[in-house]
Every structure is written in C-alpha cells, then in structure tokens.
C-alpha cells in the first residue's frame, strides 16, 4: 500500500537528512571501524572487509552514492558487537548496575518486594504429535501430486523424504 505522502518521504530531501544523520556521527563510526580493523588486523580478508566498509561510510558522509556488500556490513557489525561486549560486558555486572542507578538490577530484587503469597511460575513446553512418528523427526514432507489411480495411503507414503 502506498500512502498518499510517500513523494514527501522518500527523494533528494530524505537522502539529504539521511547524509546530515551520518556526518554527525562520522567521528564514531571512524572509532567502531578502527576498533573493527584492530580485532581483524591478522586476517587480510577481514581487513579488508572492514575497509570497504569504511568507503562506503566516508562516501555516504560526503554525500556520495555508495554501495556495499550485505555480507560485509554484517561482519563488521558483528566485529563492532564483539569488542563493546568484551570491553563494556565487565563494567555491566549487577552489583556496578545498582550502584550507578540505585535501583536493583533486573532479577536482583530484594525479598522484601517479593510477594510471599504467590509462588514462581513456571513454564512448560508443549510438543505437539509428530505427524508422521514413523518417519523420524527429521523427515520433510514434499510436494507431490495426488493421483486417483493409486491409493490415498501409497501417496501418503511418498511423500514423505528423508
């Protein structure tokens, strides 16, 4: 469905707050791609990944049309993901948590807000039959046309592809 304000949200205007969007933010996507090239610098493949990453980002700060590889922007993304987790996850421990924002930690609550009355919930997981057990858990039904000249049951079993 398109809507009737799509010409208002999309074109040459739309790319311009898009590129303003990126030039503030140019200084720390130059630090996440340092960072990125660091933990990749002893494979030349990453690096380079990495890179052609960074291109694109200086390209579309400058206002450049650029394009990248999906591949590439999720490696480094994963890269980025990695060295915050392993620098940031230390500092994230609940007890630094409570002292910087006074409030418990999620799941840390004192027993005294806990309700004496109702006990914990627990969830149970539902398994459905199997719709065809003996065909193992791993069978995959296909597509397979229905013939009035052989049986229902000979179809049935044909269909199943292990």
Not at 7 to 19: D, F, I
Not at 142 to 158: E, F, I, K, Q
Request: aromatic share 6%; net charge positive.
């Amino acid at each position: 469905m398109i809507h009737e304000d799509h010409e208002a949200t999309s074109g040459p205007g739309q790319t311009a707050q898009w590129t303003q969007l990126f030039q503030a933010f140019s200084e720390a996507f130059e630090w996440a791609l340092d960072l990125a090239g660091g933990l990749a610098r002893t494979y030349p493949d990453e690096v380079a990944a990495v890179e052609r990453v960074r291109t694109f980002t200086r390209r579309r700060v400058a206002g450049e049309p650029a394009h990248i590889r999906v591949d590439d922007l999720l490696f480094t993304f994963g890269l980025i993901a990695g060295a915050l987790e392993r620098d940031v996850r230390p500092l994230l421990t609940p007890a630094r948590v409570e002292a910087a924002v006074g409030t418990p930690a999620p799941g840390r609550l004192p027993a005294s807000t806990r309700s004496p009355n109702k006990p914990a919930r627990t969830l149970k997981a539902r398994r459905g039959p199997r719709s065809a057990p003996d065909r193992g858990a791993h069978a995959v039904r296909a597509s397979a046309p229905m013939s009035r000249s052989r049986g229902a049951a000979a179809v049935a079993r044909d269909r199943w592809v292990h």
